[in-house]
């Protein structure tokens, strides 16, 4: 299975490519694979209903807000999982340039205004800079 995602008309009207991960990954085969099993393939990964004039699902707030109130999950929307992202994978230790790519940013301007630092993640940066600056007697 190829590791990325086609989205051939997005926000800003160009086409990119997602880059997936092991776990994306899993989970996109298992839904195919349910879907297969019942006798619904699709090349789509979010196919309409039977009868629907579409072929494929463009716009998923209905889906995701039906999803969060049988979880009891209040005020999210999809847009928000898009600042966690950001978020935690500037505190896993990727740079604000690798997480506006992922993201699909054009100016890293807005990764910025996605990326929650917090004063935890500068401790740790300053940390880490105490090794390269004066490294440890003996060394």
Known sequence: MKK???????KNGKSRLIILNEKALAIIKDLKEERKSRGKDSEYLFPSRDGSKRPNILDLRKTFNAVCEAADIEGLRVHDLRHSFATLAIQGGASLYDVSKLLGHSDISMTQRYSHVSKNNLQQATEKMTGLIYPAVGE
């Open 4 to 10: 990325r995602l086609f989205l051939p008309d997005t």
